[in-house]
């Protein structure tokens, strides 16, 4: 088995950025999910399961740290880090709600017009992250922005069965997976609860709850009218009223992830 994609996402429910390298920690993949859209009025967090138009969206690292924000028909905008412990807002994730640093009126401005409402751009520096879910990993486990867990493993083998069953192509980036393995068998990775990748081992934690984010076609943010891969995946990945498909993960220590690199199962 190897790892042959890597996957972050700078800015929740954005873009995909495919990276041949990247360091790995407690958070994940280094810079995923530090971003995140909220509504200016109450803080609620913003995805393309109500705004598809994100997946028009690209949010890039400069060289500096900050995003570069461009879509169609917007000059791009480059956004600094907000200072950690200054213009801090208000921002809630599902039960979450925490205060973060605010990153300004102009990339407000320039989402809020992509948007088509007033929305506000927020950070998450490394003090502020909050805790897994309850029940799940240890007292020390944190995640940035990411839905509940730092890092989403799913085996190119499921996708493939899920494509056969389904009966077109499906690209793996509508389930927006971290990491991708090859070589295992189907569904290999829900018997997993210890692995190793390279030289850095993880916990597999949870099976991922999928949703209507999955029937967007990742490129154009168009649903799908027949719901796919959500109704097929309810007829043989459902249990106990959530359609399950990837493995929530975190990592033990810091590490550097490549692709190629050997997956091997611990436990």
């Not at 807002?89 to 300004?104: E, F, S």
């Not at 927020?122 to 909050?130: I, W, Y």
Request: net charge neutral; hydrophobic share 40%; charged share 25%.
């Amino acid at each position: 088995m190897r790892l042959s994609a890597l996957y972050r996402y700078p800015l929740k429910s954005a873009q995909a950025q495919a990276l041949g390298q990247s360091p790995c920690g407690l958070l994940g993949l280094l810079g995923d999910r530090r971003w995140m859209l909220v509504e200016q009025d109450n803080g609620r967090f913003l995805t393309q399961r109500a705004y598809p138009q994100m997946s028009q969206l690209s949010a890039l690292y400069d060289a500096d740290g900050g995003l570069v924000l461009s879509a169609p028909g917007f000059d791009p905008l480059q956004v600094a880090v907000p200072q950690a412990d200054a213009n801090l807002r208000g921002a809630t994730i599902w039960r979450d709600t925490l205060r973060v640093p605010d990153a300004g009126d102009a990339a407000a401005d320039w989402l809020s017009r992509f948007i088509g409402k007033p929305v506000r751009l927020v950070h998450v520096p490394e003090p502020r992250t909050r805790y897994l879910p309850a029940g799940y990993g240890e007292n020390s486990d944190r995640v940035a922005f990411a839905d509940g867990f730092p890092l989403l493993l799913i085996g190119q083998a499921s996708l493939d069965d899920l494509v056969q069953r389904v009966g077109r192509p499906l690209e793996m980036l509508r389930f927006r997976p971290n990491l991708v393995v090859e070589g295992s068998a189907a569904y290999a990775e829900d018997g997993w609860k210890r692995i190793r990748i390279g030289q850095q081992t993880f916990r597999v934690l949870s099976p991922c709850t999928r949703c209507i984010l999955t029937t967007l076609d990742p490129q154009t943010g168009e649903r799908s009218p027949d719901r796919e891969p959500l109704t097929t995946l309810k007829t043989y990945r459902q249990k106990e009223g959530d359609v399950l498909f990837g493995q929530n993960l975190v990592a033990d220590g810091e590490g550097v992830l490549e692709v190629g690199m050997a997956v091997e199962v611990l436990e």
